[in-house]
């Protein structure tokens, strides 16, 4: 077997174990760092949205030798005021202006086919009004909606409401940092960002659902024992999956930073950056929120139960060696010796000459002590015969 295997195995055994859901105000300390991080380019920078959002033009020149720029100095002689021009592989490169008319777009094209060599009819425009793009906008919010209200329903009925909650809470953990590393990088939000998003979305809420489903084999009817708390039989199962949600977060994240790879330093294909790299983010996020997020976040909730304080008591008073009278074994032996030496006073035999009683004499059992008398017997056998 190997080394992998075998530590699979002792995990899931409870042989080894590493506390996440007790040490959970690290995790929350970890993730709120990245949050505030996030917030801070989501609202300071703020997204860079494409085209498909926020509306305006797009000229695609192909086969071209001109540099960017070069490009971007025939756009401002044409009066256009920031232009971003990029390059797109190594003979494209890609101009997104704000809104122009036919008109002006038709003087820019002949422009720019003038100047760099390239036919008229090859250059591809694309003119999108601002209305369209606050549409998309306003589509994709109403997605990643009904998608939250979807997975709190499913999960609700599923397992139950608290654990739906934690659920949503990796979800938000996991779009937050998602959209807040876009704002910090300056990467354009694209329609394929949003399909990338919703997709790591689905990605973190399976491998949530996986690990909840052993945490409810773990604690069915853990109520009826005082064996192990909700918080420990919770670890307990994230311990038991640790090594699948690796072994499938390594598995998903290998080909998305293939692509990324590819798409990007190779080919440089926008439409495949903007994709893969919204999975890269969101499944690496999805796989550490599922670990240290979901998890830790519904036994806290469960341990709010009146049913799970008192089992988490009786857990507590088992392991200190506590009875039903709050007495600890120590307390008992204690009070044992008492009594055997109030006994023992009772009597007129010489307690000097007493040995004291140990832990050992306590628990064992009590055997009587002295001369062996036998019952008188009717006769000799001699006289029993004659008569």
Known sequence: MSRLGTLAHRLYSGEVSYDFVGKRRRWYAISGVFLVLALVGLFGRGLNLGIEFKGGSEFTIPNTSATVEQV??????????????????????????????????????????KETGVAQGDIGVTLVGPSWGSEITKKALQGLAVFLILVVIFLSAYFEWRLAVAAVVALLHDLLITVGIYALTGFEVTPATVIGVLTILGFSLYDTVVVFDKVRENTRNITSSNRMTYSEAANLALNQTLVRSINTSVVALLPVGAILVVGVGLLGAGTLKDLSLALFIGTAAGTYSSIFIATPVAAQLQEQRPEMKALAARVAARRAGTDARGKTAAQRRKAGAATATAVVEETDVDTSELDHPTAADLSAPVVATGPRTQPRSGGSRSKRKKR
């Open 72 to 113: 971007r100095g025939i756009f401002e002689d044409q009066g256009v005021v920031d232009p971003i021009v990029t390059q797109v592989g190594e003979s494209t490169i890609r101009v997104q202006t704000p809104a122009l008319t036919p008109d002006e777009s038709a003087k820019i094209t002949a422009a720019v086919a």
